[in-house]
């Protein structure tokens, strides 16, 4: 094997997750390394914290990015909040609800599933009746924004419901984060983990979480040991907790924490209202093309989220050619299905920086051309105009 | 807070890590990010492996970087190797040694220590009585470079012991990889994890792991879950495993390993046994230039580390204002001593890129000053000439 410096390709992030990176947040990854201790990083460090509260609308002084993916930031979530034997609700529609089970499990502790349909919400009714069979449930996990469907379930509602039965709620908003409303104090979610790779248009790698009061009781209060040293919120609050002294823990990833931080930088300067609304005026404008080429969407309209897109493939259509096709064509790269949707949808992601016109109208082209060469039973030719009437609209 | 970019100051790190990093590596982490499935990244991560067998010395199918810091490396060896109810020996001279105890306490299984004084190495004869004395321990756990104190234990004598008696080996070698003498398959270690930020001069942020045969059988024989679904290796090598088709499990921190692609390019261009060369060098230089001030290392010569060296710190001198005087005067950042050595030691690293005449030079001209400044009593004004002399030998 030769071995030399790898240059990758320049593509276009349309999956599920990265999205494409700013150019901005790449030179800041690019700056010198200093100390985890360094005094001059302690500062950078409170800055990321309050702008990842101003983010997820939070005053909990705990909110910090996990130094690992967002799974990581499940199972923080997870291993500090579960004790074993505990009872904990955990709704499911679509592959990270079960990714949550497994979380459950692997705490020693006992998983009640309430189901629905993959590309559905999560029906509020069914976690109330899930409540009322286990009045001695503790918690309630459920995925606010389900990547693996693009479905954007009622966060407030259920967390009132899960606290009118004296449960905390533990919520996945790996996708939701910067892209659509989501408000932690407003809603009174208690434990919420996100990824820096989605509508926060960093690179993969950190998992911001915040911890309310509430949650914090069940941290501090625990007699035996979170059976994950990397994870255990006691320890790594030394590190990024409130003290004015900060204690070594584990290293922190110095680099990916500038380029997290100039994310939310970024995501400050345009205001995250603003990102809110580019990322549903983006979304209406691939509905309008997606639409205008006769394909349909998995998620019900209104229920759905705009920076996550889930579209049925046509019949009798290989999709992992499109896929491959668009990306060695075009540079571009859309998601498959996953899990109980693999090889019948594609995911088309418009989260952050790569949730702009110019994506927006190559995908659109790209995909039009492609299913068209193929064969595929589509309206070609109308989907780009399509498209740029919803762009031309404010 | 006024929120702006971050833009850190330049420092020379020789701290315990991070060391500097090379300026190729920072440059290799800004480049494009692109999908963690895409076909082009999967070349990548072949290399990539392939790179960390040749650092390891090694020819483990199964090595590769997990996605977070060194203390997720090494829980990722505990939890896949230690179930329930297991009897680990675990050897301690050192903090490392205490962090091993922690994780083998919350995998549910019993730890038996081996105590050595910190400051020296792991005595192997205590290791074969307790191994006599717990014939059905399963499991034996040391640390190979002892990032605390900088003392380097005998890792082959003590893996023999280990499978003289029938168990299997966790290793820690954070401080070790690329730095100094380690040979995976030539001293028979079965499971091994190290970090991103030492000799191999990249961010800190991901643990390069290998397991060999005899590991994985223990993993592949599990009939119970691995506590952590983020670490459970039966999972990850879904990804990072030898299979053809790469299947989704977390999304890879792509930028970050880019950098690591890079250190270990920039190693194999110098050559792995150059570089332990390299860093034995500087440490001559460093010591000559430390003893010519009077001042003395913890730990023995023969016994030590090339690339971390604990100083005793002179009696009166208050060691936290020398290292701020460092870190603010001359940019320089060296360690302080971690627990029981908190303190009373220094812990200056030559590591990877770090491991260079200059720096030793810098290091030891503003030691010298600020030590004389402060009226500690050293031999002045020479110590960077006798360190000088080292040098100018090949």
């Known amino acids: 094997m030769a071995i030399s410096s790898y240059h990758p390709p320049t ?20 700056r010198p390394t200093i100390g985890h201790l360094d005094p001059a990083f302690m500062d950078m460090m409170n800055q990321l914290s309050q702008l990842l509260r101003d ?25 500090n909040l579960v004790t074993p034997g505990d009872k ?16 459950v499990e692997r ?27 286990n009045p001695d449930a503790r918690i309630v996990a459920f995925v606010h924004a389900e990547t693996s469907t693009g479905a ?6 259920l967390v009132k419901i899960a606290h009118d039965h004296d449960c905390v709620t533990i919520v996945d ?56 040293w990397f994870l255990d919120l006691n320890l790594v609050l030394g590190y ?26 970024i995501l400050h300067e345009e205001g995250l209202e603003n990102s809110w609304a580019r990322h549903a005026h983006m979304h209406q404008a691939l509905r309008a093309g997606i639409e205008a080429m006769g394909l349909s969407f998995v998620v019900k309209q209104g229920d759905n989220l705009p920076q996550l897109n889930s579209v049925v493939v046509p019949d009798g259509i290989d999709e992992a050619a499109v896929r491959s096709t668009l990306l060695n064509e075009f540079g571009l790269e859309i998601g498959a299905g996953l899990g109980a949707m693999a090889g019948k949808v594609w995911r088309i992601g418009l989260m952050g920086y ?9 995908c659109l082209g790209a995909l039009d051309a492609v299913l068209t060469g193929m064969g595929a039973p589509i309206n070609s030719g109308m989907a780009v105009s399509a498209a740029r009437q919803v762009l031309s609209t404010d």
């Open 11 to 30: 593509r276009t992030l349309m999956g599920p997750g990265p999205s494409d990176v700013n150019p901005r947040i790449l030179e800041a990854m690019a």
């Open 55 to 79: 983010t997820f609308l939070t005053g909990n002084a705990v909110t910090f990015p996990v130094s690992a993916p967002g799974s990581a930031g499940m199972e923080t979530c997870f291993v």
């Open 88 to 103: 904990v609700v955990v709704c499911q529609n679509g592959v990270f609800g079960g990714r949550m089970k497994e979380n």
């Open 107 to 133: 705490c020693g502790a006992e998983p009640i599933m309430v189901e629905d349909t993959w590309g559905e919400v999560v029906d509020p009714n069914k976690l109330q009746d899930a409540l009322k069979s």
């Open 152 to 157: 954007q379930s009622d966060a407030e509602t």
């Open 173 to 228: 908003a790996v996708t939701s984060l910067g892209g659509s409303p989501l408000k932690v104090d407003a809603w009174g979610i208690d434990a919420i983990y996100s990824g820096s790779q989605k509508c926060l248009s960093c690179t993969p790698g950190l998992s911001p979480v915040s911890f309310n009061e509430r949650a914090l009781e069940i941290v501090k209060g625990r007699t035996d040991k979170v059976q994950s």
């Open 240 to 265: 990024w907790g409130t003290e004015a002294k900060r204690a070594y823990h584990h290293t922190a990833p110095i680099n990916a924490l500038y380029g997290l931080h100039e994310a939310l930088v």
């Open 354 to 362: 790569a949730a702009n016109p110019k994506n927006v109208l190559l």
